[in-house]
């Protein structure tokens, strides 16, 4: 029984000026999945997340999220439809409280009895989030700030979450938490695609891999295909062993 | 003795104007973190539209001064659209040369449609001073006070605890990440303008109306008062602004009493420049802001 | 030679210092609204040289030169570590406050019986050298070009060099300049204090050619102008504020077409000028691509 793709990407081509960072990127997401993509820095995958978020737009392609196409559509209208991503570096607003970096993050609901309902449901699943309510965001630790990140993106009900690099700069044991979240997430419907650099954790909670090289995917298949593949073990794998000192 | 407290009391009347010109900068120079130079024009614009109205077409109080709002707001969107919203956040040189440009443009045409010196303005409110003891207040000056707060408070409450106000610090925080979450950030520096525009309106209306009369060289000083007012309270603080221009006001009444009217303005640039170069994040302004990091530091 | 023309190429050379001036720093990377403020030390510098103190003129144009660079040099000591728009208010508050200093100073010397000197708020009259020695308005545009074109090859030539380029990485991309080892707060500085030079020597040269110099020649206007010549002529090469300064009062001061709309026209085209072309006309890009299209090119590629 094959899950339906619940995003679809084909063929997308995304350019800074005259420089092509997506040469052409096809893949799927199922529903109710965790994929993951892989890949070296400046492979493009941050681009790619980008582009699914309406940030950037794409030259050519298509995206497609649960059967209509998103392809460049503006931000404000992909989150409306369901898909939320969690940016590379957390991006928290550093100046605000924890409180208002959640709420910031139900900018586009109108239903405010269910946004108070949903806050005070990050604060049952992230504790420290409520411990810290009314700090800044930017005195929190970088693994409390992934999960305000995370927990902010989680306010908008998003179908679909997208993660850049959610292990970036945070120890082990903090990374395994975020995991630990990740799967929770996948447990109660959301489907969840993330870009990591760090495939020794992302192995254990993944369904599908991608691998990314140069603006275009050299590889997809499942954990097992993946820590089967030679070449790729040892780049990627073998390699990272500290993930934390990026 | 009394002389102090009474320079004192003036001096926060007159600050209280001065802070209503810092809110409105700080409005926009919390969001853009780009210096609109036009804004006394815009304010400049809205007034003497009022006084038009005043002078030209027999308008009440009441319309002069809504007119002066509005024209303020009209201005305000003007210089948005023209000077801010076309060009990227890296060109902000550009931005702020292009409000300076738009200044001198809405200065000219003030002065076209009414040209003289000085012109009449209605007041808002007539009576005797109120009397404490020895102490005289200006009914008008006690006006500009409770504006002041109340606009100060008010600005406080729509940035701090409502949506709007929310969004506008998230974009000032961080843009891309506000992005992401669907704010826009074109629409949402329109409003921030608009609103500051707004400030400011209200601010020249109280000045003409206390003054009871507006000249050309309202753009320049409400330009340069709400600048020092709100470097000296600490950038893109509200409270800043709210007690810099407090402060300014009670320096130069004082400075004027005993030294005359042209030390007192040099006494505010010199408590200015001074502050500047000893503790540049002035009184609210973040601790260490305002200093290059020392080389090789890593970015913030 | 129509004497229009001359009084209009002569503000266009005399501008063009304090152009200079702004630029200087804005290619430091540091915005001053207060260049001006030199501009006023060295006109009443010069002024009080010649017409007090019986100084020759090129005597008196070095020195408002010099009291210029100093007073620039203290300001930068005090305020370049400051950021951006810290910088430039800094830089607004210091000139404003030589206004009105100079407002409320009075020093005056009598000269065959009338007081001669700087007279507070009512300006310093009778800095008359240049009719009292014969100097025509020729022969005083020349001497204002022959400085302005010294100090042109100087700028090209300092471009060219290391000074230059790292001047400009400073202002570009500082974290690079430091990561190479350069020492930003003292090259700030010397560009602040020569930047100042030449702000002082424009104004000793206007204080010269109009024989009348009051404070509020010196106000925020000419500041922020000057700073907008740069950016309206382009900041890529020296001859950028001169564009600026020539467009804005060659073109428009001297064509009266526009009289009385100058400034809502002027206002309009920088405003629009600026959106196509944000860092001016002649900027780092294309000046890049002149010079390496330039068929002498002995200094192609940097």
Redesign the interface.
């Known amino acids: 029984m094959s899950a339906a793709a619940l995003l679809e990407i084909a063929d997308v081509v995304t350019a800074y000026g005259r420089i092509e960072a997506l040469k052409g990127v096809s893949l799927n997401v199922a529903a109710g999945t965790i994929t993951c993509l892989l890949g070296p820095n400046g492979a493009g995958k941050t681009t790619l997340m980008l582009t699914v978020a309406g940030i950037l737009r794409p030259k050519r392609g298509a995206i497609r999220f649960d059967g209509a196409s998103i392809a460049g559509w503006l931000p404000d209208r992909v989150v409306a439809r369901g898909v939320a991503l969690v940016p590379e570096n957390r991006l928290v607003f550093a100046q605000m409280s924890v409180r208002d970096n959640l709420l910031a993050g139900a900018y586009l609901r109108k239903d405010r009895e269910a946004i108070f309902t949903d806050l005070e449901r990050m604060y049952q699943r992230f504790p420290r989030l409520r411990e810290r309510a009314q700090q800044h965001a930017g005195t929190l630790s970088g693994g409390e700030q992934q999960m305000l990140a995370v927990a902010r993106a989680l306010m908008s009900r998003p179908r679909l979450l997208l993660m850049d690099e959610p292990s970036l700069g945070l120890a082990p044991l903090v990374v395994g938490d975020i995991f630990r979240i990740i799967a929770g997430l996948k447990a109660e419907g959301t489907t969840v695609f993330l870009v990591e650099q760090n495939a020794r954790v992302a192995l254990d909670v993944a369904d599908r891999f991608y691998l990314m090289e140069q603006g275009r995917v050299s590889f997809q298949g499942t954990p097992g295909e993946l820590a089967q593949d030679e070449v790729i073990r040892r780049a990627y794998l073998g390699s990272v062993r500290r993930p934390h000192s990026a | 003795m009394i002389d102090a407290v009474q320079n004192t009391l003036d001096g926060l009347m007159i600050g209280s104007s001065y802070a209503l010109l810092a809110l409105g900068f700080t409005l926009t120079f919390g969001v853009m973190r780009r210096l609109n130079l036009a804004y006394g024009a815009t304010i400049m614009a809205g007034v003497y539209l009022g006084t038009w109205l005043f002078l030209e077409q027999d308008a009440g109080v009441a319309t002069a001064g809504i007119a002066a709002v509005g024209g303020a707001i009209l201005a305000g969107l003007y210089v948005e659209r023209v000077c801010f919203a076309p060009l990227s956040e890296r060109a902000a040189l550009a931005s702020m040369v292009s409000s300076f440009a738009i200044w001198m443009q809405l200065e000219e045409a003030a002065m076209l449609a009414l040209p003289r010196h000085t012109y009449p303005f209605p007041a808002l409110v007539s009576g005797e001073p109120l009397a404490l003891g020895p102490l005289a207040l200006r009914l008008e000056h006690l006006l500009m006070l409770g504006s002041a707060v109340a606009i100060g408070a008010g600005l406080y409450f729509v940035l701090q605890r409502t949506r709007f106000g929310r969004a506008l610090r998230a974009i000032t925080d961080n843009a891309l990440a506000a992005r992401l979450l669907g704010m826009g950030v074109g629409a949402m520096r329109m409003r921030a303008f608009a609103l500051a525009a707004a400030v400011g309106g209200i601010a020249g209306l109280l000045i003409a109306t206390t003054d009871q009369q507006v000249t050309p060289m309202l753009g320049m000083w409400a330009t340069i008062k709400g600048l020092v007012a709100m470097m000296l309270g600490g950038l893109g603080s509200l409270r800043g602004a709210v007690a810099g221009g407090l402060l300014l006001g009670v320096v130069e009444t004082h400075a004027q009493w005993y030294f005359g009217p042209q030390v007192r303005d040099l006494v505010a640039f010199l408590l200015l420049f001074a502050c500047l170069a000893v503790r540049p994040s002035g009184l609210f302004g973040a601790r260490g802001g305002g200093r290059h990091p020392p080389a090789g530091a890593a970015h913030g | 030679m129509d004497e229009f023309a001359v009084g209009v190429l002569s503000n266009v050379g005399m501008i063009s210092f304090l152009a200079l001036s702004a630029y200087l720093l804005?290619v430091a990377g540091e915005?001053s609204f207060g260049q001006q403020g030199f501009f006023a030390i060295g006109a009443y510098g010069a002024g009080i040289g010649t017409a007090l103190w019986g100084w020759p003129l090129g005597v008196a144009l070095a020195w408002g030169a010099a009291t210029a660079a100093v007073a620039a040099a203290l300001v930068g000591a005090?305020?370049l570590?400051?950021?951006?728009?810290?910088f430039?208010?800094?830089t607004?508050?210091?000139a404003?406050?030589v206004r009105?200093?100079f407002?409320?100073t009075r020093y005056q010397i009598e000269i065959d019986g009338e007081p001669v000197g700087p007279d507070g708020?009512d300006g310093f009259r009778g800095i008359r050298h240049v009719l009292e020695h014969d100097i025509g308005p020729v022969q005083y545009l020349a001497l204002i070009y022959a400085l302005l074109a010294a100090t042109l090859v100087l700028f090209l030539w300092v471009e060219r060099t290391r000074i230059g380029r790292v001047l400009r990485m400073i202002g570009e991309d500082?974290?690079l300049a430091?990561?190479q080892g350069v020492d930003?707060a003292r090259a700030k500085l010397a560009a602040a204090t020569a930047a100042g030079a030449l702000a002082g020597l424009g104004g000793g040269l206007y204080a010269h050619l109009t024989t009348y110099v009051e404070p509020r020649n010196f106000d925020?206007?000419l500041g922020?102008h000057s700073?907008?010549y740069g950016?309206?002529g382009g900041l890529g090469t020296a001859f950028g504020p001169l564009l600026g300064v020539a467009i804005d009062i060659g073109l428009l001061e001297s064509t009266r077409w526009f009289s009385?709309?100058?400034?809502?026209v002027?206002?309009?085209l920088?405003?629009v000028l600026?959106?196509l072309r944000?860092?001016g006309l002649l900027d780092e890009r294309l000046v890049h691509r002149l010079r390496s299209a330039w068929p002498f090119g002995v200094h192609a590629a940097h």
């Open positions: 804005l915005i005090l305020t570590r400051l950021r951006g728009m810290y430039a208010v800094a607004l508050a210091f404003e406050a009105i200093a407002e409320l708020i500082p974290t430091a990561m930003i925020v206007m922020v700073l907008a950016l309206i009385g709309y100058r400034m809502i002027f206002g309009g920088v405003a600026l959106i944000p860092r």
